[in-house]
């Protein structure tokens, strides 16, 4: 019996539809593939049982990507013609194109069994292997957390299965997982534009935004994707932790607030253990338990705290402050200025720069001499208490007293003795006292040039102008001493 319909009441000529099915074949060929799916389907609807019509129409669907629509014909093609050699070829490149490896492996080895030389299905056969050891490797590097080596396998999946939604979905996941989120965003974002309603690509924008720190927006898509699937595990659990995380962090906030300092640390310390994985929300709650642990003395713990921040984001400018203000206040200056230095390059405002300069003059004026140290006074110590100082450490260092110690023990006290001098020298000058606290290095201005300075002349300009020398008791304790006139 003819394969076509008939039409009122006459049998429908096989040449019309021949015709139709020739006029998609010169579309074909010329890659007008919308036109050549016309014809082909008014061939179908011409004559519905031939096998040939629904094998071309799958070929245009394929070149279209439309290759669901195309495993349907291809199918449809095979059911009327079981010996359909190419209807085979095409399902099985369909279910390829669509990840469906062993489904495909089945319709290469039925192409095999009608044609065991067929070199296309042998090659497809082959590639359906693989692309089943791609999907291992990439299973068992998800559950590793081995996310790189998943994407490398879904890529490597993909040029074999360009129409999978699954492998783009788990590639797009472990790209939000590695913080590549406009990678992510777009491949999610492409499948939404062809499926609205996919869950799991709901699920992988909503995971970007979560991991951007977009916390609002983020339990939107969860909820979108819920509602879609309401069995979808991983939604959900986002949702959750997406949402104490927000209250987690907020509660801090508000503690911080309200100056309770230890409060907000420990509920800082709580937000930080709800997930590891994200990292921009993660360096926040960092550098606010930074900011905390300041305010409670924990400077160390503070400055851990910003290095963790920094490492989980290396471009955060706030963690860069927090550390480096730390460092000021532990006067570790060459650290506040490696801290300023990275703020100013990638933020050069003038707030920056006069961060930067002071941590440099402190850094400077902490290489210098320390003359408050040297006559052991605070830098707050009035004009008395530095006369005092004076008195007690260059009687203490005068070289006659260490007359009878090795000449190792005379070289350091000399030293220390002429030290003394400068200090004094410096301390007791208001206008050299102010430029030295400024951080101006006052060897530098030529007050000791040329090795003049003599501190024996200050000793004695101090203690009266005597032109005699000291004689030391070097058997009493130190500052015992008595004048000998000449």
């Not at 009122?8 to 015709?19: D, I, R, T, V």
């Not at 799958?58 to 199918?75: G, I, K, N, P, V």
């Not at 093609?77 to 399902?91: Q, S």
């Not at 003059?361 to 008395?384: I, P």
Request: aromatic share 12%; net charge positive; hydrophobic share 35%.
């Amino acid at each position: 019996s003819s394969p076509c319909g008939h039409f009122a009441g006459w049998k429908f000529p096989e040449n019309l539809a021949e015709s139709f099915k020739e006029q998609g074949n010169a579309y074909y060929s010329k890659k007008d593939y919308s036109q050549a799916f016309n014809y082909y389907t008014k061939a179908i609807d011409a004559c519905p049982k031939n096998a040939s019509y629904y094998g071309n129409r799958a070929a245009t669907l394929m070149m279209l990507c439309r290759f669901r629509e195309a495993l349907e014909d291809s199918q449809q093609a095979v059911r009327l013609d079981d010996c359909f050699m190419k209807g085979h070829l095409r399902e099985g490149k369909c279910h390829l194109s669509l990840g469906n490896a062993m489904a495909a492996n089945r319709c290469f080895q039925k192409v095999l069994e009608l044609e065991p030389s067929n070199r296309e299905a042998q090659q497809e056969k082959k590639n359906a292997a693989a692309l089943l050891e791609y999907q291992r490797m990439a299973d068992f590097g998800f559950e590793k957390r081995d996310f790189r080596k998943v994407v490398f396998c879904m890529d490597r999946a993909l040029a074999l299965a360009s129409a999978c939604h699954r492998f783009k979905i788990l590639k797009a996941e472990c790209l939000a997982l590695l913080g590549r989120y406009p990678e992510a965003q777009s491949v999610a974002s492409d499948i939404l534009r062809m499926d609205s309603t996919n869950a799991d690509a709901l699920y992988v924008r909503g995971l970007c935004l979560y991991y951007e720190d977009c916390i609002d927006k983020a339990v939107q898509f969860f909820v979108q994707a819920l509602r879609m699937a309401p069995d979808h595990e991983k939604a959900r659990l986002a949702c959750r932790n997406a949402k104490a995380l927000k209250a987690k962090k907020e509660e801090g906030n508000q503690a911080f607030k309200n100056n309770n300092y230890e409060a907000a640390y420990q509920l800082y310390t709580e937000a930080l253990a709800i997930d590891p994985n994200n990292i921009k929300t993660n360096a926040k709650l960092y550098c606010n338990r930074a900011t905390a642990g300041a305010k409670l003395k924990k400077v160390d713990q503070a400055i851990e705290d910003c290095t963790n921040a920094i490492k989980l984001d290396d471009t955060y400018i706030k963690a860069y402050l927090r550390r480096a203000q730390c460092y000021m206040d532990t006067e570790q200056y060459e650290e506040a200025v490696r801290d300023y230095e990275k703020v100013y390059q990638t933020e050069k405002t003038s707030d920056h720069k006069q961060m930067l300069k002071k941590a440099q003059m402190e850094l400077k004026k902490s290489k210098r001499k320390d003359y408050y140290k040297v006559l052991g006074v605070g830098k707050n110590a009035t004009e008395d208490e530095i006369k005092k100082a004076y008195r007690k450490r260059a009687l203490m260092h005068h070289p006659d007293r260490h007359s009878s110690a090795t000449p190792e023990v005379q070289k350091e006290e000399e030293k220390k003795f002429k030290e003394v001098g400068e200090a004094f020298t410096v301390l007791s000058d208001p206008k050299k006292k102010v430029r030295y606290d400024n951080g101006h290095d006052l060897e530098d201005d030529g007050c000791f040039d040329g090795g003049d300075f003599d501190a024996n002349n200050i000793f004695r300009a101090f203690f009266g102008g005597h032109s005699g020398g000291f004689t030391f008791d070097s058997n009493s304790g130190p500052g015992n001493f008595f004048f000998q006139f000449g």
